[in-house]
């Protein structure tokens, strides 16, 4: 069952900006270990939930918008 929410009522019960809020939202930021652990609260989750998340997000851009990262070559076996 959907909360139906609105930016301006999640950021307010997380105590921060609707600005901010909205630029997770739309992915033009981030979210922090601050943020893990407002978040963690008001959903009643882990803060390690919101940040492997986000850890996800990044890898997954990161692997998909560069490949130069294919032409590293092996230091190990």
């Known amino acids: 069952m ?13 105590g921060v900006s ?3 809020l909205s630029k997770i939202v739309n992915e033009r930021g981030a979210i922090t ?15 390690e939930l919101w940040l492997n998340l986000q850890q996800t997000h990044d890898l997954w851009h990161a692997s998909h918008g560069s490949h130069s990262w294919k032409f590293v070559h092996r230091i190990a076996a």
């Open 33 to 47: 270990p601050d943020m893990a652990l407002r978040l963690s609260r008001a959903f009643k989750t882990t803060p």
């Open 18 to 20: 609707r600005k901010t």
């Open 2 to 14: 959907p909360l139906k929410l609105n930016v301006a009522q999640v950021a307010e019960a997380l």
